[in-house]
């Protein structure tokens, strides 16, 4: 089955201690990016990837770092997590960013990751 | 600074009653609008691309239109599966190596048996 997974599912951990949500996408997806959800802000978004070794940051970089090592994998790594980072987060991935391949721009995401920092 | 605004933010509608959710944007060139269903503790699901203005597209008992200034997304005698938060996305033309899309803040469609 196609699909983006993220681990782990929920989180609970303290502020200062280092943390890594891990994205894997099995559709040779080029195109992968985080995004974090809160209420009344809806999804915005992190860093993102356009293909191995490529990343680049997004509107909320802030306390946040990533990699892309492998095409199919793209961890999100908080160094010291801060309590404004409780949130829910979401890894995406679409094949290109090329519209004119139809449905190649559309996003895939996984079911999200909800991260508690107390 | 593209914008994307959803109207009205929650709706309660009773089984069959046709309604409309409305996406009005602003950007620097539409590449493309997109439609997301989301339920709750769930990613996003994609329903629709809309590419130029007067395009429609369906599925099911949705139908999703595209104007200069708006999207509209229509729902035809609903039923209580319907019930998600729908979600309005906008890529822009350009934007240099990010595919990335600027969304709303949704719609949370509840329908009553």
């Known amino acids: 089955e196609a699909q983006v997974t993220q681990n782990p599912r929920y989180l609970i951990t303290v502020t200062g201690k280092k943390l890594t949500v891990t994205c894997s996408q099995n559709m040779n997806h080029e195109y992968m990016s985080w995004y974090r959800q809160d209420p009344g802000l809806g999804l915005r978004q992190i860093y993102y990837?356009?293909?191995?070794?490529?990343?680049d940051k997004g509107d909320v970089p802030e306390g946040y770092k990533v990699s892309r090592k492998e095409k199919r994998n793209f961890p999100l790594i908080l160094e010291s997590p801060s309590p404004n980072q409780t949130s829910l987060y979401f890894c995406a991935s679409s094949l290109s960013r090329s519209a004119g391949v139809p449905g190649a721009n559309v996003l895939t995401f996984g079911a999200g990751s909800r991260l508690t920092v107390l | 600074e593209d914008q994307v605004t959803q109207s009205p933010e929650a709706l309660r509608l009773q089984e069959g009653e046709s309604s409309s959710l409305n996406c009005s944007y602003t950007v620097s060139g539409l590449r493309g609008l997109f439609w997301y269903r989301q339920d709750p503790g769930k990613g996003p699901e994609f329903l629709f691309t809309l590419y130029s203005a007067g395009e429609e597209k369906e599925k099911e008992r949705l139908k999703a239109t595209l104007t200069k200034k708006e999207s509209f997304l229509h729902i035809t005698a609903p039923k209580p599966e319907d019930s998600a938060t729908y979600l309005c996305?906008?890529?822009?033309?350009?934007?240099?190596?990010?595919?990335?899309?600027?969304f709303g803040k949704g719609t949370l469609l509840t329908v009553n048996p």
């Open positions: 990837s356009m293909n191995v070794e490529v990343t």
């Open positions: 996305a906008v890529q822009p033309r350009g934007g240099g190596s990010n595919y990335k899309l600027t």
